[in-house]
């Protein structure tokens, strides 16, 4: 019984810290960031983004440029803060303000949403 409990306990502790890892890059991982657009290319309809902010997953990404493809399905916005409308991908600009969500699959972040006109003066 002595020696049950520190292997179980070390199981457990193996568990908590190895999860997270194996999660990071594969299967669906939730991800929200703020940043700027720096590119854009119509052909693949796919955006890239210099993250500032952002969720756990995307905390190591801070400062640099991820590509964010987008779908069909991609819900496409514009906020003044107090009033969202819906836009579509051709009213994307380079220098745009940023909030985006979706998954991180195999190293391809797939946006569900991208909204213009988030605040990047408060996240300083």
């Not at 500032?52 to 991820?66: C, E, I, S, T, W």
């Amino acid at each position: 019984m002595k020696r049950f409990v520190p292997f179980m306990l070390s199981l457990v502790l193996a568990f908590a810290l190895f999860t997270p890892a194996l999660a990071a890059g594969k299967g669906n991982s939730p991800f929200t960031l703020v940043g700027k657009i720096t590119a854009i290319d119509p052909a693949s309809r796919s955006v890239t983004v210099q993250v500032l902010r952002g969720n756990m997953l995307v905390k190591p990404y801070f400062g640099q440029a991820v590509t964010l493809t987008t779908t069909m399905a991609t819900l496409f916005r514009f906020t003044d803060g107090t009033v969202t409308t819906i836009i579509k991908f051709d009213n994307l600009k380079i220098g745009d303000s940023v909030s985006a969500s979706g998954k991180l699959s195999g190293g391809i972040w797939t946006a569900s949403r991208i909204t213009v006109g988030a605040k990047l003066d408060c996240l300083k």
